[in-house]
Nanobody, 123 residues
């Protein structure tokens, strides 16, 4: 069992930055790939970024390329999402997720989810 707890969300002006954190419980953190998703009301959960279990491969949604960095700290069992040049359309609840093996093609196939953290970008 893995528990994920996100933090770091908040209100920021357009053009600003935020760093989200996802703290994972358990000693199996290093065996999971980690990802960030976001969701707005009435819309499906949307992929943002992912990092594999060994930390040497990352992927990003086109909308976040060049503006986001995902990284993980094995000593702290934490994965981070650094977001820069934020836009109002980045406003959403951001979720952390964990997966085993190859990154799932659908958000429904991730193994564990956090409770989410709200990010609001004002114009």
């Amino acid at each position: 069992q893995v528990q994920l707890v996100e933090s770091g969300g908040g209100l920021v002006q357009a053009g600003g930055s935020l760093r989200l954190s996802c703290a994972a419980s358990g000693r199996t953190f290093s065996s999971f790939g980690m990802a960030w998703f976001r969701q707005t009301p009435g819309k499906e959960r949307e992929f943002v970024a992912a990092i594999n279990w060994s930390g040497d491969s990352t992927s990003y949604a086109d909308s976040m390329k060049g503006r986001a960095t995902i990284l993980r700290d094995y000593a702290k069992n934490t994965v981070y999402l650094q977001m820069n040049i934020l836009k109002p359309e980045d406003t959403a609840v951001y979720y952390c997720a964990a997966y085993k093996g190859p990154r799932p093609s659908s958000f429904t196939n991730y193994d564990y989810w956090g409770q989410g953290t709200q990010v609001t970008v004002s114009s």
